[in-house]
């Protein structure tokens, strides 16, 4: 079965930390370029990170560089979104996708909807 996983989410106070995993299963997470979208109840999604596949260039929005970073493991076909000194406008659903087409840039939007894209999980930033 073809699809995308996220988990790592969960309900942690600022300043804290989660690790993201953005499982693929079915194909080669390797051989397409991953972004991470997050989305907050009543707003438009937001892209966070990407990164390319050819040599793993990534680029991350304003609002989390620094503190987001993205990687991945080929042996394990897994995108994973280290995320540090959260804050609370980090809440929201965190998803990943791998469109077809697109191309990581520092526009962070995806081009299309097709491709493979997750279900998502929830990261609450609350003191």
């Known amino acids: 079965q073809v699809r995308l996983v996220e988990s790592g989410g969960g309900s942690v106070r600022p300043g804290g930390s989660l690790r993201l995993s953005c499982a693929a299963s079915?194909?080669?997470?390797?051989?397409?370029?991953i972004i991470w979208f997050r989305q907050a109840p009543g707003k438009d999604r937001e892209g966070v990170t990407c990164i390319s596949s050819l040599d793993s260039t990534s680029y991350y929005a304003d609002s989390v560089k620094g503190r987001f970073t993205i990687s991945k493991d080929v042996t394990e076909n897994t995108v994973y979104l280290q995320m540090s000194d959260l804050k609370p406008e980090g809440t929201g659903l965190y998803y990943c996708a791998a469109p077809n087409p697109f191309t990581c840039s520092a526009s962070l939007q995806a081009q299309s909807d097709s491709g493979f894209w997750g279900q998502g999980t929830q990261v609450t930033v609350s003191s």
């Open positions: 079915g194909f080669d997470l390797n051989a397409f370029a």
